[in-house]
Nanobody
Framework: QVQLAESGGGLVQAGGSLRLSCVASGLTFSTYTMGWFRQAPGKEREFVAAIRWSDAIINYADSVKGRFTISKDNAKNTLYLQMNSLKPEDTAAYYC??????????????????WGQGTQVTVSS
């Protein structure tokens, strides 16, 4: 049974930082492209960042480029998202996703096989 468990969300002031973690179990972590998505109330789920399984190529949404850093530790089956210089518009539920051997269109949610339950990030102004 595959499980993705996010943690690290919370309330932070604008300009602050948070580090999200996602621990994966029940899958061969190194063969999955791992991504972060977010969804704000009343909005569509949107791509944040992804790291490709095959060559570790990383993609970021333009809105977070230069502020967020995605990384993973295959030995710990853990995905991270370091979020710096947070803005109120970053407020959302953040979801970890795993796509088996996903090698293209990592920005599209439809390519991912498994999702976590989400962790809430709230940035106050």
């Amino acid at each position: 049974q595959v499980q993705l468990a996010e943690s690290g969300g919370g309330l932070v002031q604008a300009g602050g930082s948070l580090r999200l973690s996602c621990v994966a179990s029940g899958l061969t972590f190194s063969t999955y492209t791992m991504g972060w998505f977010r969804q704000a109330p009343g909005k569509e789920r949107e791509f944040v960042a992804a790291i490709r399984w095959s060559d570790a190529i990383i993609n970021y949404a333009d809105s977070v480029k230069g502020r967020f850093t995605i990384s993973k530790d295959n030995a710990k089956n853990t995905l991270y998202l370091q979020m710096n210089s947070l803005k109120p518009e970053d407020t959302a539920a953040y979801y970890c996703a795993a796509g088996r051997r996903l090698t293209w269109q990592e920005r599209l949610s439809g390519g991912y096989n498994y999702w976590g339950q989400g962790t809430q990030v709230t940035v106050s102004s």
